[in-house]
């Protein structure tokens, strides 16, 4: 089982920023790809950043495109998200996802391993 351990959420005023971090196991360099997603109370997953292990190409969302670069560690196994000039918007549970393909996917049901999300909130 591909291990995914997402941290760096937390309580943080709109404009300011937050880093997310996600370590994966050494078995979750056999998927390809890295994404992030985001979910609020009563809504549907939705997706935020992708990347690729092997090219570092990424894929935003047009709700963080600019404001959210996705960036990858291959000697830490770690995907981060850098969040910039939070909103409001952005509040929900984070999570880190990995899947198997190799180009960049954006729908939650084809990532077949999930952590266990961050909690971010944004005040305004």
């Known amino acids: 089982q591909v291990q995914l351990v997402e941290s760096g959420g937390g309580l943080v005023q709109a404009g300011n920023s937050l880093r997310l971090s996600c370590v994966a196991s050494?078995?979750?360099?056999?998927?390809?790809?890295m994404g992030w997603f985001r979910q609020a109370p009563g809504k549907e997953r939705e997706f935020v950043a992708g990347?690729?292990?092997?090219?570092?190409?990424?894929n935003y969302a047009d709700s963080v495109k600019g404001r959210f670069p996705i960036s990858g560690d291959n000697a830490k196994n770690t995907v981060y998200l850098q969040m910039n000039n939070m909103k409001p918007e952005d509040t929900a549970v984070y999570y880190c996802?990995?899947?198997?393909?190799?180009?960049?996917?954006?729908?939650?049901?084809?990532?077949?391993?999930w952590g266990q999300g961050t909690q971010v909130t944004v005040s305004s």
């Open positions: 050494v078995r979750s360099f056999s998927r390809h790809g």
């Open positions: 990347i690729l292990w092997s090219t570092g190409d990424a």
């Open positions: 996802a990995a899947q198997r393909s190799i180009v960049i996917l954006t729908t939650a049901r084809a990532y077949d391993h």
